[in-house]
């Protein structure tokens, strides 16, 4: 089976704009979640979604949101590009909805720098 | 809100010694879970612990939940250069959220 797979793999953008990134489960699964990983940090938690419902959000800005489609896919949508949000951004999916609960796997990422 | 402390940020050890990383917590965890990754990856779930006091070994990795369930340990015997990464702790917080430790780097010094 196929792992998380993640779109794309590196992205350029400058201040100011928006990007779209894009996740495709683990077939099966129904969570996918969100991180963003700054370069020595640990993941910090965005977002999760479960059946295509919000299940949980983490501390970050309005500019960030996300959404899950009827296959399970996700998208995180980033308005106002900031320097800071120069990241790798992890999706995860699991099968259940506790994410803090369950075996979570991890795509590769997509490393976004804002110049 | 709810933090997870680990240490040490780096440890640089022979191959073939042995590295142990801790979290710690002020308040009681629910579980804890164990990731690695390597450099340039992503993380790779390796374990789930949740009972007071449990104890779980995987090949030459144990890992350790406290009495208190306030802190966890996870130690690597004779480590090799396939052991080399960074090992991230994390614990599920408010809104059901999984909050990481900061990671604790494996080095294999040449």
């Known amino acids: 089976d196929a792992g998380v797979t993640q779109s794309p793999t590196h992205l350029i953008k400058t201040r100011g704009q928006h990007v779209t990134l894009r996740c495709s489960p683990i077939?099966?699964?129904?969570?996918v979640s969100w991180y963003q990983q700054v370069l020595g940090q640990g993941p910090q938690f965005i977002f999760q979604y479960y059946e295509k419902e919000e299940r949980g959000r983490g501390n970050f800005p309005d500019r960030f949101s996300a959404r899950q489609f009827p296959n399970y896919s996700s998208e995180l949508n980033v308005n106002a590009l900031l320097l800071g949000d120069s990241a790798l951004y992890l999706c995860?999916?699991?099968?259940?909805?506790?994410?803090?609960?369950?075996?979570?796997?991890f795509g590769p990422g997509t490393r976004l720098t804002v110049l | 809100g709810q933090q997870v402390m680990q240490i040490p940020q780096y440890q640089h050890v022979q191959e073939g010694e042995d590295f142990t990383t801790y979290c710690n917590s002020s308040?009681?965890?629910?579980?804890i879970q164990w990731y690695k990754q390597r450099p340039g990856g992503h993380p790779v779930f390796l374990i789930q612990?949740?009972?007071s006091g449990e104890v779980k070994k995987q090949k030459r990795l144990t890992f350790q939940f406290g009495e208190a369930k306030k802190n966890s340990s996870l130690h690597i015997t004779a480590t090799q250069t396939t052991d080399v990464g960074t090992y991230f702790c994390?614990?599920?917080?408010?809104?059901?959220?999984?909050?990481w430790g900061a990671g604790t780097k494996l080095i294999i010094k040449p």
């Open positions: 994390a614990s599920v917080g408010s809104n059901y959220q999984l909050i």
């Open positions: 612990l949740v009972k």
């Open positions: 077939s099966g699964h129904k969570s």
């Open positions: 308040t009681t965890l629910s579980n």
């Open positions: 995860a999916s699991s099968r259940t909805s506790g994410v803090g609960y369950n075996e979570q796997f």
